[in-house]
């Protein structure tokens, strides 16, 4: 049987990202064998061991950041060396290491030992009875916004300062496929060696949102069910289940050539990623845009400074405008325009084609 893992980054609040992504691996039957994960991802790593996807959505939906760090609840006075006890009590309750230990998916994670910086790849059956829970806590203690962890006289940190995305854990495990989940988070991320794992195994794809999914140490609720919904499309793209880059459409509804139109239409007039877009629901939004960003006269322009004169709407219109008038006169059909304006032409033309300009 071959082996698939999830290798979980670290990134602290964009952690909810990962287990959007696990929806989708759920939903798409795609089984996980082996998990690993540093930091944040240490912490969803053991939620994915024990299944318990529904608890995973539970806590990232009442997780605030004064659960984590020493802040009220309005999230002012924000300390630093505040201790661990509101991660440790949250790891406490959603990591059962018995569960753990007899569950059929392999869990690994990697701390750091100070005062060395020397980093710990351990995987479940290499850590102590009794001591599961203190090695997640380290491997996401984040210092020095939280305390170095004590494990048998020894300090631990985040396992990020050493390698913010494991995959070289799931690949000495015996992986043949690996799905990695980046979520650009603080950390080493050690490309050479990721670069060689890769080589190793019969299919690896790295996740990564196109969106800045917030700050790393403010865990916000509002936040978080958007970038879960953000994660869940990423993996469906990534699975080819539905098209599209920053923004998801419908399967085979546009070319490739008309889907880069259709990204950059939708960015140009900032819709909802978080919607899953047929053709008939784009072009409605687009012609809502057009509606609300009313086209420039056609004066000169000059075009080192064009991004600066419209709004990204009101600049795709005059594209368009601009080309469907002069057509191949257009300034927009010259290579300095298109190095300058590429997305913005694709989206022109994608306007043009569709009827809306």
């Not at 869990?107 to 059956?125: A, E, I, N, S, T």
């Not at 219109?317 to 300095?336: Q, R, V, Y």
């Amino acid at each position: 049987m071959e082996k698939y893992a999830l290798v979980l980054s670290g990134g602290g609040a964009r952690g909810a990202y990962e287990i959007g992504v696990w929806q989708a691996l759920r939903e798409m039957e795609i089984p996980v064998h082996i998990v690993t994960g540093a930091s944040v991802g240490a912490l969803n790593g053991c939620l994915v061991a024990q299944k318990k996807f529904d608890e995973a959505v539970e806590l990232w939906e009442r997780i605030e950041t004064h659960h984590v760090f020493d802040v009220d609840e309005n999230g002012s006075g924000f300390k630093l060396n505040t201790g661990t006890s509101g991660l440790a009590e949250i790891i406490r309750e959603y990591a059962d290491e018995e569960a753990i230990r007899k569950s059929d998916i392999e869990f690994g994670l990697v701390m750091v030992q100070l005062p060395d910086m020397k980093p710990h790849y351990l995987y479940v059956d290499q850590i102590e009875n009794g001591k599961l829970h203190d090695s997640i806590l380290a491997s996401a203690s984040f210092f020095p916004a939280l305390e170095a962890v004590e494990i048998d006289g020894k300090k631990y940190i985040d396992g990020g300062y050493a390698d913010v995305m494991p995959v070289k854990m799931a690949v000495e495990r015996g992986a043949d496929h690996v799905i990695a989940v980046y979520l650009d988070g603080l950390g080493i991320l050690r490309r050479n060696r990721l670069r060689k794992a890769v080589k190793q195994i019969k299919s690896f794809r790295m996740i990564r949102s196109h969106w800045d999914l917030g700050n790393v140490l403010s865990f916000d609720i509002n936040n978080t069910k958007r970038i879960m919904r953000l994660g869940y499309l990423d993996a469906m793209k990534s699975f080819e289940q539905i098209d599209g880059f920053k923004y998801s459409f419908e399967k085979d509804t546009f070319t490739l050539h008309d889907l880069l139109g259709a990204d950059a239409a939708a960015d140009a007039f900032n819709l909802d990623p978080s919607v899953i877009y047929d053709k008939a629901a784009l072009l409605e939004k687009l012609q809502i845009g057009v509606a609300n960003s009313p086209i420039a006269d056609n004066g000169v322009v000059i075009l080192e400074d064009i991004k600066n004169h419209f709004s990204p709407g009101a600049l795709v219109g005059f594209i368009a405008a601009d080309l469907h008038k002069k057509e191949a006169d257009s300034m927009f059909l010259t290579k300095p325009a298109f190095n300058l304006l590429r997305n913005e032409i694709q989206a022109a033309n994608f306007m043009i084609k569709m009827g809306i300009l």
